[in-house]
């Protein structure tokens, strides 16, 4: 199976922590993505980790992978009014071809 | 700069009058890709090219065609566009398959 599942929306105050959540269904994926989308741009990569690791942190940006749930969760530190988008995590297609099978796309909007 | 171009940018058109939407990237990768972005569906891909004269189908194919025939061009071609093919389109190029894909602006169109 490739679904990649998240929740449509999250909002969160200014200042406050996010966690965007995903599940996916390809266990031998090497990697999971996620790419940011601001209104009325394209994709763009933020973050990836490699399935051997539980955690990566990258300043604000705190990813957590869970191989067993085949769960992998975003989380954003003290959360700016920039940072509303669309957040998508993706997962490689491990059946042939190029391509990335994205979730449905998780939309942050900061409050003040 | 390394990028990935897409023309046009906006687009409205009429049922029947065909159509292409060009793509350019300037990092010499050989993978290219054409998603289209649907509300609550996340990106699907339409086509990919591993190499030039090399293209395939991805999940969505019907009503569209590609050409690779230069290894930085990948244009997506709309022979009768129709209403269902009103979308948002991504082009998309990465080095390896199923490694990091670097994505166009992305490409509005709008068939009445």
């Known amino acids: 199976g490739e679904d990649v599942e998240q929740s449509l929306f999250l909002s969160v105050r200014e200042g406050d922590s996010s966690v965007i959540n995903c599940t996916y269904t390809?266990?031998?994926?090497?990697?999971l993505y996620w790419y940011k989308q601001e209104p009325g741009a394209g994709l763009q990569l933020l973050t990836y980790?490699?399935?051997?690791?539980d955690m990566k942190q990258d300043q604000r940006l705190t990813v957590l992978l869970n191989k067993k749930d085949k769960h992998l969760s975003l989380r954003i530190a003290d959360t700016q009014t920039g940072d509303s988008a669309i957040y998508f995590c993706?997962?490689?297609?491990?059946?042939?071809?190029?391509?990335?099978?994205f979730g449905t796309g998780t939309q942050l909007k900061v409050e003040l | 700069e390394a990028q990935v171009t897409q023309n046009p940018r906006y687009l409205i058109t009429v049922t029947g009058k065909k159509l292409t939407v060009t793509c350019s990237q300037n990092m010499n990768h050989e993978y290219m890709s054409w998603y289209r972005q649907d509300p609550g569906l996340g990106l699907r891909q339409i086509y990919y090219?591993?190499?030039?004269?090399?293209?395939d189908k991805g999940d969505v194919p019907e009503g569209y065609k590609v050409s690779r025939k230069e290894k930085r061009n990948f244009p997506l071609i709309l022979e009768s566009p129709s209403p269902n093919q009103t979308s948002l389109y991504f082009c998309a190029s990465s080095l390896v398959a199923g490694n990091e894909q670097f994505f166009g602006p992305g490409t509005r169109l709008t068939v009445l």
């Open positions: 980790i490699f399935s051997n690791m």
């Open positions: 390809d266990s031998s994926s090497t990697y």
């Open positions: 993706a997962e490689p297609f491990t059946g042939g071809g190029n391509k990335l099978t």
């Open positions: 090219s591993m190499n030039v004269e090399v293209t």
